[in-house]
């Protein structure tokens, strides 16, 4: 009896103890200058937002609109168990949760932009690295998100709660807002926001202004093996501008591996250094002496899958200078809405084997989809500019093998091409056995 009271009282404070646990609220970059939150080298913190803040639109009534899906695991986002309850409780379980981003070693993270995961290959073994997480809530009212939160672990794997920060959608509006203005607005983000950086070591001796932007552009503007020129470190009396390596995997023309890479220094080309390639179990697939090329490309004959990487070694192959970001087998993309199935289903192209294939994503709630689909057909295209009857090969939806149950909200379907992946390839659906309705048509594939 005694014990059913203290009970009742323990839950009436409940909710009240909750709703005012104080998560302070970041409302303008300002206020990230004045946190920990991602400052250093090699923490991704910030990156990470303004990734995140990129995929968000914020309407004039502060609505949080994202353009990716956290239910679905876009960018490595994973459902949070908040057991610690720093978060404030969510008000219908079912339909609302928290996902987290940000964990690198995930293969489904492979997607984040390399901006936000190049300092963790550069520290391979540095915890820092690991550390920051972006949170979102989730709300009933799908896709909107409630609130975007900033996390990062004390170490091991706790949370730490003195270091959790709510972003305001002022905050968050600001930060798309420079995105759109500046074409190196992740610079211009860092330096607002008071990232340290003398912290990235590997730039101690450049202006670090807008170089690993430029570098980036250069490379995929330049790269091929006959421009394979020597990197261009401009060098006045004021000061050295020097550009981080940037190494990389693209596809060739017919599904394989295309290699490239972009200011590697001259020191460790007079040292002889080697390209190579590794599959996502670390083992050596290619190598390649660079000589004396620090930019170019090189087409090898090894099918693109899911977490190739490109590394530089020394010329015994003992030593590691630098890694590659992880290839994502979707080369980035996140799926596309299948058009009045909103929330409901998507399609993905990606590769295997070097082989066009895709993915559906079906919500679980979806349950009569093979009803609703029972017509309906993946087109895959070798150009996207090609006409909906010029399909290299197609597939029911309904003959999409079922994968392994790996997400909570969707189930995951699949069907491998014999179409090689190539630079504008595209996957289309329809919905009956003719050309029209195409209710979505993915990104064509990249160069
Ligand atoms: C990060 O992801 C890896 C691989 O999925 C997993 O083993 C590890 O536990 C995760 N780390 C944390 C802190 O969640
Ligand atoms: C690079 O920085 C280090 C330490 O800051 C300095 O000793 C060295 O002279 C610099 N090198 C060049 C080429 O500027
Ligand atoms: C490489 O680039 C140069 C200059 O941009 C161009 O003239 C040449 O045709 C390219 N070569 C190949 C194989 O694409
Ligand atoms: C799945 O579908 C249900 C019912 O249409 C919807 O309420 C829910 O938001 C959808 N889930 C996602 C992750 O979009
Ligand atoms: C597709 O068409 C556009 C314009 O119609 C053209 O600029 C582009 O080069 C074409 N792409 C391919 C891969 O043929």
């Known amino acids: 009896m005694e014990r059913k009271g203290m009970l009742c009282i323990f839950f009436l404070l409940l909710p009240l103890a909750l709703v005012s646990?104080?998560?302070?609220?970041?409302?303008?970059?300002?206020?990230?200058?004045?946190?920990?939150?991602?400052?250093?080298?090699?923490?991704?913190?910030?990156?990470?937002?303004?990734?995140?803040?990129?995929?968000?639109?914020?309407?004039?009534?502060?609505?949080?609109?994202?353009?990716?899906?956290?239910?679905?695991?876009?960018w490595g986002f994973h459902h949070f168990n908040d057991y610690e309850e720093l978060f404030p409780p969510l008000q219908d379980q079912n339909r609302q949760g928290y996902y987290a981003v940000g964990n690198i070693s995930t293969p489904t993270a492979y997607s984040l932009n390399p901006y936000v995961t190049r300092s963790y290959y550069l520290t391979p073994g540095n915890l820092e690295r690991i550390m920051d997480r972006v949170v979102v809530r989730t709300?009933?009212?799908?896709?909107?998100?409630?609130?975007?939160?900033?996390?990062?672990?004390?170490?091991?794997?706790?949370?730490?709660?003195?270091?959790?920060?709510?972003?305001?959608?002022?905050?968050?509006?600001?930060i798309r807002i420079l995105s759109q203005n500046w074409v190196n607005s992740v610079d211009v983000f860092l330096y607002a926001a008071g990232y340290i950086v003398d912290s990235r070591s590997f730039t101690r001796n450049c202006s670090a202004t807008d170089s690993t932007y430029k570098v980036e552009d250069a490379g995929r503007m330049t790269l091929n093996e006959s421009t394979a020129i020597?990197?261009?470190?401009v060098v006045n009396d004021h000061h050295t501008e020097c550009y981080a390596v940037v190494l990389k995997v693209k596809s060739t023309e017919s599904g394989y591996a295309r290699l490239g890479w972009a200011n590697v220094p001259d020191s460790l080309l007079d040292d002889g250094v080697m390209l190579?390639?590794?599959?996502?179990?670390?083992?050596?697939?290619?190598?390649?002496?660079?000589?004396?090329?620090?930019?170019?490309?090189?087409?090898?004959?090894?099918?693109?899958?899911?977490?190739?990487?490109?590394?530089?070694?020394?010329?015994?192959?003992?030593?590691?200078?630098?890694?590659?970001?992880?290839?994502?087998?979707?080369?980035?993309k996140i799926p596309v809405g299948i058009k009045g199935y909103e929330g409901k289903a998507s399609l993905q192209l990606y590769t295997k084997d070097g082989y066009a294939c895709a993915r559906l994503f079906i919500n679980k709630t979806f349950t009569d989809w093979k009803i609703h689909f029972k017509h309906s057909w993946v087109g895959f295209y070798s150009n996207h500019n090609y006409s909906s009857t010029c399909y290299y090969t197609y597939q029911y939806a309904i003959h999409f093998t079922k994968q392994g149950d790996t997400n909570e909200k969707y189930d995951i379907y699949s069907y491998e091409s014999s179409l090689s992946i190539q630079p504008g390839a595209q996957a289309r659906f329809f919905l009956m056995e003719t050309y029209d309705p195409i209710l979505a048509k993915t990104k064509p594939w990249e160069w």
């Open 230 to 233: 020597m990197k261009g470190a």
């Open 21 to 74: 646990a104080d998560i302070p609220v970041l409302n303008s970059i300002k206020d990230l200058r004045n946190i920990e939150f991602g400052h250093r080298f090699p923490r991704h913190g910030l990156m990470l937002l303004h990734f995140v803040s990129g995929g968000l639109f914020v309407d004039n009534n502060d609505a949080l609109i994202p353009m990716f899906c956290p239910e679905r695991g876009d």
């Open 276 to 332: 190579a390639l590794f599959n996502n179990d670390g083992k050596n697939l290619f190598s390649l002496s660079l000589d004396k090329r620090s930019y170019g490309t090189c087409d090898t004959k090894m099918c693109l899958n899911h977490g190739l990487q490109v590394k530089l070694l020394s010329k015994n192959r003992a030593d590691v200078f630098m890694s590659g970001p992880q290839y994502d087998d979707a080369d980035r």
């Open 139 to 174: 709300s009933p009212n799908s896709p909107l998100l409630e609130a975007v939160y900033t996390q990062h672990y004390r170490g091991g794997s706790e949370y730490d709660p003195t270091n959790t920060y709510q972003i305001s959608p002022d905050l968050l509006r600001e």
